[in-house]
C-alpha cells in the first residue's frame, strides 16, 4: 500500500475553505441555539405552566430524534409545505433547533444551581424580574455552565459533517468531494480528520480563552 | 529433535507451495470459449448477469437475479433451443469472465467501446443508454449547453460520472450535490434545482414517485449503444446471438421487457446505431 498525498495537498485550500465553513456554521448554530436555550431555560424556570409544557414538549422531542432526521426534515418534507429553504439554510435552523433544545436543559441545570437566598436577596433590594435574571441569575450560571456549554460547542463542531448530506460544501463535503475524483480515500480522510481536531482546538481555546478572561471559569483539558 | 523436525516440515511446506504456485502460473490464462455447436449440444447456454445495475439485473424477493437482462438472457436460450445458466458477475469482472471462457455471453450494460471490442466481441446493440438532462415541463431548456449558466441550478448525485462532465462543461452554473438518486429527483420536483445531468433511462424508476411535469431535453447529450459481449473471435456464436437480438427487435420483446422494468419506453432506437447491420 503506497501512500500518496499529493492530490490531496494539491486541494488543501479548497478543504480548508471547507473547514472554515464547517466553524462559520458551527459558530452560528451555537449562538442562536444559546438565546433559544436561553429563552427556554428561563420558560422552564420561571414561566406559567402551559409554557413550560411547551417549551418541555420541543426538548423532548429534539433531544429524542437524530439531529441528520431534523434537518432532513426541514429539508425535504418543508417545500412540500411550500417552505423552500436552501441547503445552507435548512443546516443553520436545524442545528439550531437541536442545539436550542440541548442547551435549554444545560440552561435550566443552571437555573436551579441559583441557591433561593440570592433571589431573595435580589428581591429585598427591588430588582424587577429582568433585573434579577440580568445581574443575579446569568452571572451565577455562566461559571457553572461553562464546561458543559464548550462540550456542547465542540460536539456541534463536530456535529457540521452532516450538513454535506445536504448538498453545504464544508469539509466533510469537499472531502467526498475530492475522495470521488482521486479515489485517495485514507489519504483525504486523515487530512480531513486532522482538519477537524485543529478546528476543535481552535474552538476549545478561544472558548477557554473567553470563558477565564471573563467569567473566571476554570476549564480542565487533555 | 522436535526443532529440525519442524524445520523439515516448514522447508516440505514451503516447497510444496511454490512447486503448486509454478504449477498453477504454467497453466494456459486463457482457455478457449465454447463454439457455438458445443453450446447446441451441450443443451446449456451460461450467460453472465451485473445485478448491481438494477433494473438490468437486481435481486428480487427470493434473492435470484432477475431484471431486463435476466429475461432477455432467459429469451436468448429459448430461440437457440437451449436452456439458459445465468452467472452472477461483477462490473471489474465482467470482460474477464467472457474473455477467459468462464461464460459463454455477458450482458450488463456492456457499452460498445473501442477499447473493449480489443479485448471482446459484441452483438449488434441490445439497448441504449442516453446521457440526457432532466428538468420539467416549466423550463425553457432545449439543449444542454444552455445550462451553463449563472442562473442555472443543476443538481448532481455526488460520485456519479457525470458530475465531471458538468464541472468541465458547465461550469457557470450552481451545482449542489446530493447523495443519491432519490434525492437528486426530489429536489428538482421540488424546484430546489432546474435540472440533471444523467442516464436518463435509469430516472424513470425515482420520476415516477413525483407529480410533476417532467421533461427530457430532446437533444441528447450522448447515446450509449449496448451490446451483448463474447469472447474474441467466437463468431459464430456472435452472429447467432446476433440475430436472436434482432429477432427479439423485430418482435418487440426487447420494447416490451424494457417498459416492464424501466416503467418506460427505451428513449433512444438501438437500431440506429450504424453497426446494426
Not at chain 1, 501512500?3 to 451555537?30: C, H, K, N, T
Not at chain 1, 449562538?31 to 414561566?47: D, N, P, Q
Not at chain 1, 426541514?74 to 411550500?82: K, V, Y
Not at chain 1, 430588582?127 to 460536539?155: A, D, E, G, K, M
Amino acid at each position: 500500500m503506497q501512500f500518496d498525498y499529493s492530490p490531496v495537498l494539491e486541494r488543501m485550500p479548497y478543504l480548508i475553505g471547507g473547514a472554515w465553513l464547517s466553524l462559520q456554521i458551527a459558530f452560528l448554530a451555537f449562538a442562536f441555539g444559546m438565546l433559544l436555550g436561553l429563552g427556554g431555560a428561563s420558560v422552564r424556570a420561571y414561566g406559567p405552566r402551559w409554557a413550560r409544557r411547551v417549551v418541555g414538549v420541543y426538548v423532548v422531542f429534539f433531544t429524542n430524534t437524530p439531529q441528520l432526521v431534523q434537518i432532513f426534515f426541514i429539508f425535504f418534507a418543508l417545500p412540500d409545505a411550500g417552505i423552500l429553504l436552501s441547503p445552507y439554510q435548512a443546516v443553520l435552523i436545524g442545528m439550531t433547533l437541536n442545539a436550542g433544545a440541548y442547551l435549554t436543559e444545560i440552561q435550566r441545570a443552571g437555573f436551579e444551581s441559583v441557591r433561593l437566598p440570592e433571589l431573595e436577596a435580589a428581591e429585598t433590594l427591588g430588582f424587577s424580574r429582568i433585573q434579577t435574571i440580568r445581574y443575579v441569575i446569568l452571572p451565577h450560571i455562566v461559571r457553572v455552565l461553562f464546561p458543559p456549554l464548550s462540550n456542547q460547542y465542540i460536539l456541534m463542531t463536530l456535529g457540521t459533517s452532516m450538513a454535506a448530506v445536504f448538498g453545504v460544501e464544508e469539509l466533510t463535503g469537499r472531502a467526498y468531494n475530492i475522495n470521488s475524483e482521486t479515489f485517495r480515500s485514507i489519504e483525504v480522510f486523515s487530512v480531513a480528520a486532522v482538519l477537524y481536531i485543529v478546528i476543535t482546538l481552535i474552538a476549545t481555546l478561544s472558548l477557554a480563552f473567553v470563558g477565564k478572561r471573563f467569567f473566571r471559569a476554570k476549564m480542565r483539558w487533555f | 529433535m522436535k526443532q529440525i523436525r519442524n524445520t523439515i516440515r516448514r522447508t516440505l511446506l514451503v516447497a510444496g507451495s511454490l512447486a503448486l504456485g509454478s504449477a498453477l502460473m504454467g497453466l494456459p490464462a486463457v482457455s478457449s470459449a465454447r463454439t457455438l455447436d458445443e453450446i447446441v449440444a451441450s443443451k446449456k447456454l451460461v450467460i453472465g448477469v451485473n445485478p448491481t445495475l438494477p433494473p438490468l439485473g437486481i435481486f428480487n424477493d427470493k434473492n435470484e437475479i432477475d431484471g431486463f437482462d435476466v429475461d432477455i438472457a432467459r429469451k436468448l436460450g429459448e430461440l437457440l433451443g437451449v436452456k439458459t445458466e445465468i452467472v452472477q458477475v461483477g462490473s471489474p469482472d465482467r470482460i474477464p469472465f467472457v474473455s477467459s471462457g468462464k461464460i459463454d455471453a455477458v450482458l450488463g450494460a456492456m457499452t460498445i467501446t473501442a477499447e473493449r471490442q480489443k479485448v471482446i466481441d459484441f452483438t449488434v446493440p441490445l439497448h441504449t443508454e442516453v446521457l440526457g438532462v432532466l428538468t420539467t415541463k416549466a423550463k425553457p431548456y432545449k439543449d444542454w449547453m444552455e445550462l451553463n449558466d449563472p442562473a442555472v441550478r443543476l443538481v448532481e448525485v455526488r460520485g456519479a460520472t457525470p458530475v465531471k462532465l458538468v464541472q468541465e462543461k458547465l461550469p457557470k452554473a450552481q451545482l449542489l450535490l446530493l447523495d443519491n438518486y432519490p434525492d437528486a429527483v426530489r429536489a428538482i420536483a421540488q424546484g430546489r434545482a432546474d435540472a440533471m445531468i444523467d442516464v436518463m433511462d435509469f430516472m424513470t424508476e425515482h420520476t415516477a414517485k413525483h407529480k410533476v411535469d417532467w421533461r427530457i431535453v430532446d437533444a441528447p447529450i450522448e447515446v450509449y449503444f449496448c451490446g451483448i459481449g463474447v469472447q474474441k473471435g467466437n463468431d459464430a456464436l456472435r452472429e447467432k446471438l446476433s440475430a436472436a437480438v434482432k429477432e427479439m427487435h423485430k418482435s418487440g420483446y426487447v420494447d416490451e421487457r424494457w417498459k416492464k422494468w424501466f416503467g418506460g419506453p427505451m428513449l433512444h432506437d438501438p437500431r440506429t446505431a450504424p453497426t446494426y447491420k
